[in-house]
């Protein structure tokens, strides 16, 4: 894609699309005709509990994933709790990618106190939270509760939406 007949790279064009140089002319007095300045790329992913919760929520109602089980597989003597280690293994293996900074707040937002003072996270609270998504814990005792609808967004993209003229010659095309 990239390559002259002349097996040559065009370098420049390469940058263009990978985005992570920008391509700055400079003036007459620095010297130098033009240099590649990096772009900053945060790979931090959300940084904030609720829109983390949200992500995660959206991942897993597109999935349709229900971790408790997961988790409990993990948790032999069922006490709620797993090492950190086996918290992240037990959301990758379900697909649900995270960056280390969001599972840092994650693991800081359900840590758990135990007397060893080894770190631990609470993955029932975290289940209770992720399962309000299906439904509610206490509808058993409250039959005639109204439930309302967790709707996670759309897989298309809205910036790719045809406008009516184009549509219009899409179907005349068609």
Sequence with gaps: MYGHEN??????????DCAVLKY?????????????????????????????????KNIIKRDRIRLLEFFQDHDLLRKGTLPP??????????????????YEILELSFASQN?????????????????????????????????????????LDPKNVMSDDEEFLLDACL
């Design 7 to 16: 097996n040559e790279v065009k370098y420049v064009e390469f940058l263009k």
């Design 24 to 56: 700055t002319i400079n003036g007459p007095t620095t010297g130098a005709k033009s240099t590649y300045n990096p772009n900053y790329t945060n790979f931090k992913g959300a940084s904030e509990f609720e829109s983390l919760m949200e992500k995660i």
């Design 85 to 102: 280690q086996k918290f992240r293994s037990v959301l990758h293996i379900q697909k649900v990618q995270l960056t280390s900074h969001e």
């Design 115 to 155: 007397s060893s003072n080894a770190p631990l996270v609470n993955y029932i609270t975290f289940c209770d939270q992720i399962s309000l998504i299906f439904t509610a814990k206490d509808l058993e005792k409250n039959p005639t509760k109204v439930l309302s609808s967790f709707n996670a967004p759309s897989i």
